[in-house]
């Protein structure tokens, strides 16, 4: 209890400080998606390496066929649990930029947000437990507990040389129970613990039709149109119900227990304020399920982009030669992400018109998982979350995709915490990203406070 | 018939120069639908006065809204018929740049043909009419009708500025017929005389969902998605036999007679070749009529391109905020264009999903037009292109739209003739736009004895 209250005390003083090198961190372009960026990638693991240091960690970058993983740890802890931390230091791609308010990669505070790329996913999150590790070795001399961190760089663009590390050292990254910060809150006031993720497969269809563009008027009703191909395979994915309609996809899905319906319905969501914040004026999804439901614990089928033909000013009366379109599913538990892609393969290629090609490419794919809600650590967590925002969390499930959780049961035998220090409105993967700065805080503390609970079970 | 065999001897000793004067032309890159090119929209104005006032006609250049018409003439023949001449100096976009083989506005000669962005649409084309005035008037020092030239430069933007002027100078452009060669001939060695071209309108369609790009994953499946929205949108639009969908959308439509029906089947078209010529392996278009069919005389709807999301490499993995298509339908006689849109844009609302808000613009529209077949100015010019290609034309309908033509029937109350010396081969509106030269010397000594034929009826 001394301990802890000295490390609240570090937290407190020191907590400018925090924030700066938060902005230091986030002025590093770290684009996974974009080559040019290349040398960003390498400045920003450096980053990540030297506050691992800072914080009292011996630590280092592995190389990989991809972006470094910076690897750090302190295992002076007898007797105690080993924590592995998980989190990433690369970033999406900013676009489209002219709908920021201050560039992407300046990070602005206004009102008690800090606005940058990467600011809450996940940059800000993840920092968060070095600082915390950092706060116990300055004041205590050590920690409660062993910790190993692993911070890639290639969490946006499909984590393809994680697991290969996770494999190979897998007897270095022997741990108890793995944490990840990189989901959200369930709102403001509200902390949250994730206990379920969906999965995710990405693919990019090209539909190739004439050789090039061709005149629309002179050739006209001869040939099909690749971009009117294009549509008609997307517009088949969906039945009017907002089903998806591969065939098959839902074959393996496991329903919600009633128990999770009646938690999930109890919980402080309101839909106007929630579309409001999102622009729209009506809900659309699947038929059947509450739109938390729909969110959390549904699968579906989006298209993230789309192009073909002239996109430029006026019109331009052409056939074009190709379109492509950037999809992906997200999963929840049981289905298989290789048999998903497989599925939607078959089923696109049955939709294409007369003389259209397609090529398919699968980009990657990650199952849901769904953790249990009554282990120790689980436990532990729940009494540091309280600890960090001053209210005990709510358990939630979350729409987006952790790979990785995935991999750490499957590589390493571990279950993970998901402990979200984020919100929904934080923008992340949108313009005007941002990170609440009391949030940045509370999950320091929170961080602190786990290493000794985890110690105490 | 001396001052005939004067001119086709002009034209044979000055066939090298008028090629480099072409060139010359197709220099200038000036692209009506993009406005970093109004320079050089003036430029291929004056290129064009210049060459009208080098041919012995006078010529000023005539303000509009938009780009300046340039407008020639010679009136000083008695008792003969007055020929209006229409063409267009602007050009359409050169994209996409990197699949010409050689830069789309330095115009390179390779095995007799002439490629650059305009060469047959309607640069090359058109200059062949200033050409044959320029040789009549160096070797008889008159011509045998009176001529009056309207060359436009915003064609492949609509014609925003053509009609007000046409109405304007009403007067001053009395005549009796009008000449374009905008068109193409049906094959080398094949003239044709075009006496239907279907009519058009153009669109631009946005979809507007959430007030930014979401995280695909927290929120996928509570809103719609505006690019899922787009195909659904699109989709629509045909059904299963490749008929067009929207309402009402043949009802006015004159179908083919049974002997157009098999004037058509006797031509030497052959769908293989054709099709390979397109790089496409299979036809397609609404079921129960011929690829010619389709193409000349069948209304048709094809989108000409569309965006939404993120197109950068890579996945992203976001629900976009909106999706824009560009859409145009070939009409066919007695399709009214502001009816279509009409209903294009009810069906259009009905087919969106919740929560998704529709902009629409109309960008321009032009009704279908069938020529009379047995006019003295059709006869006329059956002899004439005889006398230019050697060989008699066939006669023959076009997909494309030429909006001018209905415009010079409804305001001017003439008919126009269509002489195309182009090639459908000669891809215009693609990436390595030609025109053959023996179809730009062809086309001048056929207008040259136009002139001639049409002071004989």
């Not at 793995?178 to 969906?198: C, E, H, K, N």
């Not at 993230?304 to 379109?325: D, E």
Request: glycine share 8%.
């Amino acid at each position: 209890m001394q301990e802890i209250r000295a490390v609240d005390t570090y937290l407190r003083s020191n907590a400018n400080r925090f924030v700066a090198e938060l902005q230091e961190f986030l002025r590093i372009p770290s684009v996974s998606a974009q080559p040019v960026h290349k040398p960003d990638i390498r400045k920003a693991a450096e980053f990540v390496r030297a506050q691992c240091k800072q914080a009292g960690m011996s630590a280092k970058l592995v190389p990989t066929a991809g972006n470094p993983i910076v690897y750090a740890e302190w295992t002076k802890a007898k007797n105690a649990p080993t924590v592995l931390v998980y989190g990433h230091y690369d970033v999406q791609p900013p676009d489209p930029l002219d709908q920021w308010e201050t560039p992407p990669f300046e990070p602005t505070i206004r009102k008690g947000r800090l606005y940058a790329r990467g600011a809450t996913d996940d940059k800000g999150q993840m920092l968060t437990h070095i600082k915390s590790v950092e706060a116990w070795m300055k004041t205590a001399g050590s920690l409660p507990v062993n910790v190993k961190f692993v911070i890639e760089g290639e969490e946006e663009v499909g984590s393809n040389n994680l697991d290969l590390f996770l494999k190979e050292h897998k007897a270095k990254l022997k741990c108890d129970v793995a944490v990840i910060s990189d989901t959200a809150q369930f709102g403001p006031g509200v902390p949250a613990i994730t206990y379920g993720l969906r999965g995710i497969i990405a693919v990019e269809i090209t539909l190739k039709g004439p050789r090039q563009d061709l005149h629309s008027g002179v050739f006209g009703g001869s040939v099909a149109n690749p971009a009117n191909a294009a549509a008609k395979l997307i517009a088949a994915l969906h039945d009017d119900a907002g089903r998806v309609h591969i065939p098959g996809f839902y074959d393996d899905v496991i329903p919600l227990t009633a128990a999770e319906r009646a938690e999930f319905a109890k919980l402080p969501f309101k839909e106007a304020p929630y579309l409001k914040s999102l622009g729209v004026a009506k809900p659309h999804g699947e038929s059947g399920f509450s739109t938390l439901e729909r969110r959390w614990a549904r699968p579906t089928c989006d298209v993230n982009g789309m192009i073909s033909g002239y996109t430029g000013v006026g019109p331009k009366t052409i056939i074009p030669a190709q379109s492509t379109i950037k999809l992906t599913c997200r999963l929840v538990p049981n289905q298989n992400p290789k048999r998903v892609v497989d599925s939607l393969r078959k089923f696109a290629q049955q939709q294409l018109l007369p003389g259209i090609r397609m090529e398919f490419q699968d980009f990657h794919g990650a199952p849901a998982v769904v953790c249990d809600l009554n282990s120790p650590y689980m436990q532990a967590a729940r009494e540091a979350v309280a600890a960090g925002f001053g209210t005990p969390p709510v358990m939630i499930r979350e729409g987006g995709s952790i790979p990785v959780v995935g991999s750490f049961k499957q590589i390493l035998g571990v279950d993970t915490l998901l402990l979200g220090w984020g919100q929904n409105s934080d923008n992340l993967h949108s313009p005007n990203e941002s990170f609440r700065l009391e949030d940045f805080h509370g999950g320091i503390k929170a961080s602190a406070h786990l290493w000794g609970e985890l110690a105490a079970r």
